[in-house]
């Protein structure tokens, strides 16, 4: 079996990161257009340090990849970096790497369910991201999933000639209703 259903929604679930999808990875992490909206796109990502980041993330444990229910086909990633169990605080991440899914709500199911897990199951209190200014869709996915803007990082991402804010967002535990408590009957 290649993923496994740990947190599932209406039309994806979050699956541990098989090691086998290396290849997938390292195709996304070297397209600009899906890049130029992370912080990884100056970084040119061989096929072997694309693998040591992936076994990164299995290590650190908290990366789903994003697998779509009807077709089990991976679509991207989402996780949680800098977990902090004492002040119950964690930095969100996503990527939908198969631009065929973009526009289409996966972003804002993929967000939900990794918020359900942070909040549910890690019972994280705070969780926190950053986004380039001028990428709305992810702004508006945020939106909808209850992140709220806290403020802006000015001219903090370069590119050309040209200096963008970041934007920082966040969302509160006691601000978000997720589906696990309720699989306790
Ligand atoms: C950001 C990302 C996760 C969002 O996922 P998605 O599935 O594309 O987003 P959704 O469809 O759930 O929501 C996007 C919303 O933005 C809207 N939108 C798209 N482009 C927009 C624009 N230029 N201006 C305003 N709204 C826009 C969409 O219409 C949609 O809103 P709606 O549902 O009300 O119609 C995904 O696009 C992605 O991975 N992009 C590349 C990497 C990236 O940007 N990662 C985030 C870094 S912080």
């Known amino acids: 079996m290649r993923y496994f259903k740990k947190i599932v929604g209406e039309r994806l679930y979050l699956s541990p990161i098989n090691m086998e999808d290396v290849e997938k990875f390292t195709e996304w992490v070297n397209d600009l257009e899906v890049t130029i909206n992370l912080v990884l796109s100056p970084y040119i990502f061989s096929l ?3 693998r040591e980041a992936l076994e990164g993330l299995c290590n650190e444990g908290y990366t789903f990849s994003i697998i779509t229910l009807d077709n ?7 996780g949680l970096l800098n977990v902090n169990l004492i002040n119950r605080t964690a930095e969100a991440g996503i990527f939908i790497g198969n631009k065929e899914y973009w526009n289409r709500g996966y972003g804002t199911e993929a967000m939900n369910l990794l918020l359900d897990y942070a909040f549910n199951l ?3 209190n705070s969780i926190f ?3 380039h200014s001028f990428n709305k869709r992810a702004i508006k996915c945020y939106k909808k999933c209850g992140f709220k803007e806290i403020g802006i990082r000015r001219e903090a991402y370069l590119v050309g000639d040209k200096k963008y804010d970041q934007i920082y967002m966040d969302i509160l535990a006691s601000e978000f209703k997720g589906k696990i408590p309720d699989l306790i009957k």
Not at 72 to 78: A, F, R, T, V
């Open 122 to 124: 890690l019972n994280m």
């Open 48 to 50: 072997e340090k694309e």
């Open 72 to 78: 089990d086909e991976l679509i991207g990633n989402c």
């Open 129 to 131: 991201l950053r986004v």
